[in-house]
């Protein structure tokens, strides 16, 4: 793998998990607040397109959907899937 390719990956994982953080941050916000809500679906969609170390940190930062068990469960399952599927292409391919 090249270098540029692992600096553009690397840039993209950083970038969306401060979103990740953030949908987490601005959910909790707008709950306290009564106001619209970002969609479930998205929190998730964010957490699959690589922002799972960032809404999964996001939940117990705000302390955001921690009693819901999909969350509690899915989030960090979804992170493992992720590094696993890195751990099979770096180093078992």
Known sequence: MSKELIIIITVYIICMNIIGVAVM???????????WRIPEKTLFLVSLLGGSIGTWAGMYIFRHKTKHWYFV?????????????????WVIR
Do not use: C
């Not at 941050?25 to 106001?35: P, R, W």
């Not at 469960?73 to 292409?89: D, N």
């Open 25 to 35: 941050g601005i959910d909790k916000s707008k709950a306290k607040k009564q106001a």
């Open 73 to 89: 469960i899915g989030m960090p399952l979804i992170l493992f899937a992720q590094i696993g599927a890195v751990v099979y292409l």
